[in-house]
């Protein structure tokens, strides 16, 4: 009768000798996860070092292959393994160099000496505070993300057995709550915007493109990418209402440069706004403005840059917040005519709408990031007069409730 196989993944009996006058040899027969039985041998000064010794190697033992990632392997070679699968991934482009920049700049320097084997989820959560202490818990959730993919890959090479960034606890950012521009406020800041642009200033001229960029944003609450991904073929003003497609938007690329995404930042985003007369007739004058200028525009943008290649979103953001700073609206950024755009159509068309028209696929998203609490009482007095027992609509109320029925009915 043939003995019945060692578990996988279990060794023998452990059988020492004495090598030479100062070494001593431990082995023991190990059962692999590919079924085949293997002799496993190690070394040490006396008998019990070298058991001890064998039975280190053995726990640690993973199958013979020519596998990528195996326990031995240093995580900065298992991101190589990672960013590889990233490129391929059909994640977003913003997103494969958000996730690229993370590695290079975050996990390789500061765990990339730590092997697959040896990395605990103390090792990992140990990482990530020092990420919360240093950067903050925005950044920590990213580098968390990339670690928990990066682990599946190892998952899937048997270099480890559980994922050690599993039931780590990150603390979230607090969000402010949104403060939105209404139209008093918006047109007091466009009347000093506009000074503002009109001022001689040294060198370089002032741009003269911030108060339109405001009035599209706040008008149709566009993302600023959105906005300069728009093509004039994307605006049809002769339709009825005058409508423009959303389904691209403008990114910056690994090497510092910006391009313009075939799509949104999210499927939702691919949407169609419409254009409030004004703005039809500001878009009208600066399609003919375009027309006339010496200016190339080989995209055909509705708001390209001053050389007509593709507009930074973060050089506008920077331009803009030297102009809020001078006009005494510090706290206002490109974001906030988002806000504003959707704090009145939340409180006139109702949250469903304001999501729709931000692109968002959760309404409760916009209502918590985006919509304005009321800073003011709701006058309900019309409503809840019915409550009042002087009213004469209550008596009349009163009279017309039916008696309850007797038993006896």
């Not at 300069?228 to 423009?244: C, E, K, V």
């Not at 609490?373 to 609509?393: C, H, M």
Request: glycine share 6%; proline share 5%.
């Amino acid at each position: 009768m043939s003995r019945n196989p060692l578990p996988l993944g279990t060794w023998g009996v452990i059988h020492t000798a004495k090598a030479t006058d100062k070494s001593w040899r431990a082995r023991a027969k190990y059962r692999d996860l590919d079924g085949k039985t293997r002799k496993v041998e190690a070394w040490g000064p006396s008998a019990a070092a070298a058991r001890r010794n064998l039975q280190i190697k053995l726990q640690s033992r993973q199958t013979p292959r020519s596998a990528l990632v195996t326990s031995s392997t240093k995580i900065s070679s298992l991101a190589d393994v990672f960013l590889a699968e990233l490129e391929s991934s059909d994640k977003a482009s913003r997103t494969k160099d958000k996730y690229a920049h993370t590695v290079t700049k975050y996990i390789s320097p500061q765990i990339g000496s730590v092997r697959v084997g040896e990395t605990t989820s103390g090792v990992v959560d140990h990482f990530i505070r020092n990420v919360v202490e240093a950067v903050g818990p925005a950044t920590a959730r990213t580098c968390a993300a990339v670690l928990s993919w990066m682990f599946k890959i190892a998952l899937r090479h048997d270099a480890v057995s559980i994922n050690p960034v599993l039931g780590l606890s990150i603390p979230k950012s607090r969000a402010a709550k949104p403060q939105a521009l209404d139209p008093e406020q918006f047109t007091d800041m466009r009347t000093k915007l506009l000074a503002w642009e009109r001022e001689p200033a040294l060198g370089r001229s002032r741009t003269q493109e911030l108060h339109e960029i405001a009035d599209f944003l706040v008008n149709t609450g566009l993302r600023a990418g959105e906005l300069f991904a728009l093509m004039w073929t994307d605006i049809d003003l002769d339709a009825d209402p005058p409508t423009a497609h959303v389904h691209a938007t403008v990114i910056r690329t690994s090497t510092g440069g910006v391009t313009i995404q075939d799509h949104p930042k999210s499927e939702h985003g691919i949407r169609y706004v419409t254009i409030p007369p004004n703005l039809v007739t500001a878009l009208r004058d600066r399609r003919a403005r375009q027309d006339s200028s010496d200016t190339s525009n080989p995209l055909d943008l509705v708001f390209p840059s001053s050389t007509g290649t593709v507009c930074d979103p973060n050089n506008v953001g920077k331009t803009w917040r030297k102009a809020a700073d001078a006009i005494g609206y510090s706290w206002v950024t490109l974001k906030t005519f988002r806000k504003a755009n959707a704090t009145l159509i939340a409180r006139t068309m109702g949250a469903e709408t304001a999501a729709y028209q931000a692109g968002h696929s959760k309404v409760s998203m916009t209502r918590k990031h985006y919509v304005e609490e009321y800073k003011e009482a709701i006058d309900t007095r019309a409503v809840l007069s019915a409550f009042d027992a002087a009213n004469p609509g209550f008596k009349a109320l009163a009279r017309e409730k039916p008696a309850p029925k007797s038993d006896f009915d």
